[in-house]
């Protein structure tokens, strides 16, 4: 049986799984999740987690009306009948949605910005009942807390002439221009991407991360491997 959920074991601000627990002992779960529009029944929409179970809105199913297929959420919710199956039965008890990004294509990264951010988790999810193919990515970068814009991006940079690599991996930039913000103290962030086919062809093998770490200078690089 599949684990709901199981690719956010290592989200940042909360743990995916478990969150609480009410008086009645009931379990809330949090996951990241896809839209699936629906016809026909009680529901406008289903969704599909990130480690692709089928998930269906039960109780109060107004709360889902406004969303359609491609639409990314984060989630909370418990599970009536205290099971995880596939497809599992939620009542949701909050949605948040997530806005979706499309990569940069560019051969001039460098202009897209050198400053420091660090991965804390990233993976591929979707390309089943219809929708996208995404990645999402958990980062963390320095602020100054004045509510200074931040930029960040995810590059193919066409200039990489050996992509994919040897390995059979296609490798991707994430870049951050902090606008020359003073960098007094972390913040964390989720951003989720759409994957192009070419990004996700049969005959790869995942995504490469290229991106400047907090602690390197802007020349430093470090990856992380998203297996497909």
């Not at 690719?7 to 009931?26: F, H, Q, Y």
């Not at 779960?29 to 998930?55: E, H, L, R, W």
């Not at 951050?176 to 996700?200: E, Q, W």
């Amino acid at each position: 049986m599949k684990k709901l959920v199981k690719t956010l074991i290592l989200m940042p601000l909360a743990a995916s799984l478990l969150l609480s627990c009410n008086k009645t002992g009931e379990v809330t779960y949090q996951g990241y999740m896809t839209a699936v529009s629906s016809v026909g029944t009680p529901y406008s929409c289903y969704f599909i987690s990130d480690d692709s179970i089928k998930v269906i809105p039960t109780g109060n199913v107004n709360v889902v009306k406004n969303y359609v297929t491609n639409d990314r959420i984060l989630a909370t919710f418990v599970i009536p009948t205290g099971k995880i199956t596939n497809p599992v039965e939620v009542e949701f008890t909050s949605i948040s949605k997530l806005e979706t990004q499309n990569l940069t294509v560019s051969a001039s990264t460098d202009t897209l910005g050198k400053d420091g951010i660090d991965i804390r988790n990233a993976w591929h999810c979707g390309g089943i009942e219809g929708i996208n193919r995404f990645v999402t990515i958990a980062y963390e970068y320095a602020v100054s807390g004045n509510g200074k814009p931040h930029e960040f991006y995810l590059v193919d940079n066409t200039s990489n002439i050996n992509n994919p690599d040897a390995d059979g991996y296609y490798h991707l930039e994430f870049r951050h221009d902090g606008n020359d913000d003073t960098p007094l103290m972390k913040a964390n962030a989720i951003a989720t991407f759409v994957l192009a086919p070419k990004y996700t062809q049969p005959e790869l093998k995942g995504l490469i991360i290229d991106y400047t770490p907090l602690t390197a200078t802007e020349n430093d690089k470090t990856k992380w491997t998203i297996n497909f």
